[in-house]
């Protein structure tokens, strides 16, 4: 009779290593942002990982500035340091066409990619391949008091232009008693004041490049921009506009210090909400302002998760970025948060959903404005880019940033107008260059 004994001695140390293969667990390593959606979804993604026991989630959560810094190193660099990265519109086209970022094909059914908002899942598309999926989308509309209008015998146009906005606010201002006319963003930045500042040019009739690639940052549109831009913060906006940022324009809007305020639609749910706002019930909703153009004058942006070509997981971190940005993920949200806190602008069934309409008076607001954004012809005049409140190229949030320490320079009085006109078109111009050499 033959002994086997000596067998298992060889076999178990195999088969503990096939069992443990067998139940390996994947770790994705997602770099995300630091905002509401965003918290939601970390709380929320404890059951996609009982769902999935093979897979564990770990988040790296970072500021706008951090994040943007980091996941562009690894990008350019190659590195697989995240499997899941946090993307806006500007990046997406520009690293699916450097080969960065994993095209989304084969998505399945039950993800209704058809649903998704046609400019949304277009700006996330390069040559008609989507390479990243929204968690939110937003554009800019006007809020404003209309207990103040009332008081004061004032109506909001329909389609209000900068012109009427500077009179409206002119009448509404109140400082003795604490209430500024129109609030604005003031901090630098291109996803700060320069945001908004674009908006204004694009009505204007302005541009950062005319049809040649010529930067027209010196142009007399951009003249006025300016020149009202600082009017209207210096005359009827905050002390120490320059400071003010989406969250410090919101506090000061809920606090009842705003008459009027031009920036995120995302604030539509926060400005209403009576358990964050002092004013909930006094808020009402019009279009951006427009000048000689509507084109351009309200932006387009969604936030939005990709997969790196650098990540080892692709097919892991794919099937868990369609779960984070599913209809089901929004049903989810709305059965265990609540409708007020589904993640907004993504997707033609939001608008759809009756008790989501019935909890968000703006909707249609909402989505007019994110239909209606205009990022393929964003100006007066052809122009050879694409973006609203950017220019999709590389090198526009270097631009975008020098410009907006420029605008800032000028809101506290340390630059002159010509000097800022001058400033920009050279930063605009030698980084454009260097870009393109």
Not at 128 to 151: C, H, I, V
Not at 279 to 292: C, E, L, N, S, Y
């Amino acid at each position: 009779m033959l002994d086997f004994k000596w067998l298992k001695w060889v076999l178990s140390p195999a088969l503990a290593a096939f069992s443990l293969n067998a139940h390996a667990v994947i770790t994705l390593k997602i770099a995300t942002i630091a905002n509401g959606d965003m918290t939601i979804m970390q709380q929320l993604s404890s059951s996609y990982e009982q769902a999935h026991p093979d897979i564990k989630l770990e988040w790296h959560v970072m500021n706008d500035g951090e994040l943007r810094k980091q996941v562009l190193s690894d990008m350019s660099s190659g590195k697989a340091n995240f499997d899941v990265i946090t993307v806006g519109t500007y990046e997406v086209p520009l690293w699916g066409q450097k080969g960065w970022l994993t095209p989304l094909e084969n998505l399945p059914a039950d993800y209704h990619v058809d649903d998704l908002l046609k400019p949304i899942r277009s700006a996330l598309s390069w040559q008609d391949r989507l390479y990243a999926l929204p968690f939110y989308g937003e554009s800019s509309m006007t809020y404003y008091r209309k207990d103040l209008f009332t008081a004061k015998h004032l109506t909001m146009p329909d389609n209000p232009s900068w012109d009427e906005i500077k009179n409206l606010a002119a009448q509404l201002t109140d400082k003795s008693q604490g209430v500024y006319g129109l609030c604005l963003r003031g901090l630098a930045g291109w996803g700060d004041n320069v945001a908004l500042v674009t908006t204004m040019a694009n009505a204007y009739g302005a541009e950062w490049f005319d049809a040649d690639w010529k930067p027209h940052l010196d142009s007399d549109e951009w003249r006025n921009v300016l020149k009202d831009y600082v009017f209207l913060q210096q005359n009827y906006g905050p002390p120490d506009a320059k400071s003010n940022s989406f969250g410090q324009n919101l506090k000061l809007f809920s606090q009842g210090k705003c008459a009027m305020w031009v920036d995120s639609t995302v604030a539509a749910g926060m400005v209403t909400n009576p358990q964050i706002s002092m004013v909930a019930d006094k808020v009402d909703f019009a279009p951006a302002p427009v000048a000689i153009s509507a084109n351009g004058s309200h932006w387009l942006w969604a936030w939005s998760l990709a997969v790196p070509q650098s990540s080892n997981q692709k097919a892991q971190a794919q099937a868990f970025i369609t779960w984070a940005t599913s209809p089901a993920y929004i049903q989810q949200v709305a059965q265990t948060v609540g409708w007020g806190a589904i993640p907004p602008g993504s997707r033609n069934s939001t608008y759809a959903e009756p008790h989501y309409l019935k909890l968000a008076p703006y909707a249609a607001r909402v989505k007019q404005a994110l239909e209606t954004a205009t990022p393929e012809q964003p100006t007066l005049f052809p122009v050879p880019y694409q973006g609203v409140q950017y220019v999709s190229i590389p090198g526009f949030d270097q631009m975008g940033d020098a410009v907006g320490k420029n605008i800032s320079a000028l809101l506290e009085g340390k630059m002159s107008l010509d000097e800022v006109l001058n400033a920009n078109q050279q930063a605009v111009t030698a980084i454009y260059q260097a870009e393109n050499h």
